[in-house]
DNA sequence: CCATTATGAGTGAACGTTCACTCACATCCT
DNA sequence: AGGATGTGAGTGAACGTTCACTCATAATGG
């Protein structure tokens, strides 16, 4: 067995975790499921992880602030409702790019309760956190309304998270693109004061 | 065995399996949890439910429409997002009003899957159905902005289900007062036209 | 008005299944 | 050689569900 395959080996069970989970969710997904569609041994998790939930808040904690990082890359610079608007359309993007992240990430919240304050208290950044920064640096530019920059922050995340769930989920069938700029273009009209920077 | 617990016995478990469910999700909380907190036996469940997922679905199903009717109850009548932001109001009150059936019908969406779209094919409405149809009429009267329904609707949900969210998982501490307050100023600018009905 | 019978909610120990996790052993890489 | 990694049957605990039984109350009959 190479080092290669080895490493395949970690990574073929974190895809097929990441899959699973986003299928079924944490719970309903089983060791034995996880080693059979990686195509390893039940044992061999347990070198690599000490839990299930070990092996799920670690997922979760990293497509977290990978997520982070994409988000902020994809704002840019320039004005902050130009880069909250590159941030819509970028998170719609992930959904046809990367569905199972997507799905995972969305699915998780709910499974994984210690990480995400875990993880605030390590000092990484939360996706929320990138979208708190922007709509703070907007309310400092007098581009974005003067209001309480969690809530603004929550209310734009809210209305994407639950606009690509009901798309997941099948009850909105409008195309992701032509959703992405709907969304945007109402949260923008409500969040800008039509001052440039 | 008193005459007291006969009576109540349905109710009991109710309560207790809504509680228990919002505090735990439904997978985490067991029969032996629910039964112990009602004071009833485990067997006693099955009198009146056919599983835990049967009673979990009838819980939700019974929470979702009862919600739905608050909700349009709610909204009253008049312009479009004036009905919009009583619901916003009435959707932050019901968290101090009701903590365990708020966080239940917010944790259970993933635990439950089965039952949502299943009260659909019943014709049974749901929450999003009367946002939509409000939002609809505003689209109709001209006091929304004309665009897809659903997007906006979900839009709307999504800013309250989040900020909700943030509120009970203790990143937002703001009152819920203000924060409906903020929240719906953000949305109903966005979504209105400025035009009455 | 009482004795008898029927009803069905309630009980909880027992059952069978599922599942995360372990361990003795095999295999690979350096 | 020896540390690291992989294997998969085995283990024990937890869980949902069942079922033979109890008993308060209601219905029936004389």
């Known amino acids: ?24 969710g944490v719970k309903a997904t089983t060791i034995k499921d996880i080693a059979r569609a990686a195509g390893v041994s039940e044992g061999a998790l347990y070198r690599h992880w000490a839990s299930k939930e070990d092996l799920a808040a670690a997922l979760f904690a990293a497509e977290y602030t990978a997520l982070s990082h994409s988000l902020r890359e994809a704002a840019g610079s320039g004005p902050a409702p130009e880069r909250l608007r590159r941030v819509i359309v970028w998170a719609f993007g992930l959904v046809e790019a990367a569905p199972d992240r997507a799905r995972f990430l969305l699915l998780s919240q709910h499974d994984a309760l210690p990480p995400v304050p875990a993880l605030m208290k390590d000092g990484l950044e939360t996706p929320v956190d990138v979208v708190c920064a922007i709509v703070g640096d907007g309310i400092a530019e007098r581009s974005i309304v003067d209001a309480d920059r969690e809530a603004l922050a929550h209310t734009v995340i ?33 969040l800008s004061t039509g001052k440039g920077a």
Do not use: C, E
Not at 1 to 13: P, Q
Not at 161 to 187: C, E, F, K, M
């Open 1 to 24: 067995m190479s080092k290669d395959a080895r490493i395949d080996a970690r990574n073929k069970v974190r895809d097929a975790a990441i899959a699973l989970f986003a299928q079924k």
């Open 158 to 190: 809210g209305a994407i998270v639950l606009n690509i769930q009901s798309h997941v989920y099948g009850r909105q069938t409008a195309p992701l693109g032509t959703l992405a700029d709907t969304v945007a273009d109402a949260l923008l009209r409500g």
